[in-house]
T-cell receptor, first 111, second 114 residues
Framework: GQQVMQIPQYQHVQEGEDFTTYCNSS?????IQWYKQRPGGHPVFLIQ?????EVKKQKRLTFQFGEAKKNSSLHITATQTTDVGTYFC???????????FGTGTRLKVLA | DAGVIQSPRHEVTEMGQEVTLRCKPI?????LFWYRQTMMRGLELLIY????????DSGMPEDRFSAKMPNASFSTLKIQPSEPRDSAVYFC????????????FGPGTRLTVT
């Protein structure tokens, strides 16, 4: 099936370090969503980006949508152990309500 | 609201048996999605409904899989006959377009086919 690449696949950081995950598409997107899944849990919605070049912040999390609406990033400043989990982007296919989830980036935070 | 409800939470069955997974979406939501998650293939969209009507089932693996939504508060995903490669976590999610499309996921059903 279709897959959206996210990089990196895994990231281990020391608590207090920053973390960034990237989501790329070969096509222009309608919008992009980000989700977090804790180990053993289910995906939980974080944010949706719609506009070209959009930047949104949620406390230590910063989300960006590329100018061409083909890529996005999630940056976490000063990671904490509560940030552990897998972060997914989800891309909406234009003209549909179908979302394709990225491969995910698994974040481990070492105390 | 209790959120999206899925049952059972765990299912262990033998190859060849029929499996039925159930989902109750959040009241008032007009979209319902079925996803499958495995280590190898990640989180895959199987099918989604809008106002109880299937819109896109292109992600359904094969004819052994079928999904229904008889009313706004209930959906099923059936696998018949089941095979070991169907082992995965199956998530149901719902959303309301008027709220911008945020998807609310259920806790998932962990299916093991032996």
């Amino acid at each position: 099936g279709q897959q959206v690449m996210q990089i990196p696949q895994y990231q281990h950081v020391q608590e207090g370090e920053d973390f960034t995950t990237y989501c790329n598409s070969s096509t222009t997107l309608s919008n992009i969503q980000w989700y977090k899944q804790r180990p053993g849990g289910h995906p939980v919605f974080l944010i949706q980006l719609v506009k070209s070049g959009e930047v949104k912040k949620q406390k230590r999390l910063t989300f960006q949508f590329g100018e061409a609406k083909k890529n996005s990033s999630l940056h976490i400043t000063a990671t904490q152990t509560t940030d552990v989990g897998t972060y997914f982007c989800a891309q909406q296919r234009p003209g549909t309500y179908k979302y394709i989830f990225g491969t995910g980036t698994r974040l481990k935070v070492l105390a | 609201d209790a959120g999206v409800i899925q049952s059972p939470r765990h299912e262990v069955t033998e190859m060849g048996q029929e499996v039925t997974l159930r989902c109750k979406p959040i009241s008032g939501h007009d979209y319902l999605f079925w996803y499958r998650q495995t280590m190898m293939r990640g989180l895959e969209l199987l099918i989604y409904f809008n106002n109880n009507v299937p819109i896109d089932d292109s992600g359904m693996p094969e004819d052994r899989f079928s999904a229904k939504m008889p009313n706004a508060s209930f959906s099923t995903l059936k696998i018949q006959p089941s095979e070991p490669r169907d082992s995965a976590v199956y998530f149901c999610a719902s959303s309301y377009l008027g709220q911008g499309g945020e998807q609310y996921f259920g806790p998932g059903t962990r299916l093991t086919v032996t």
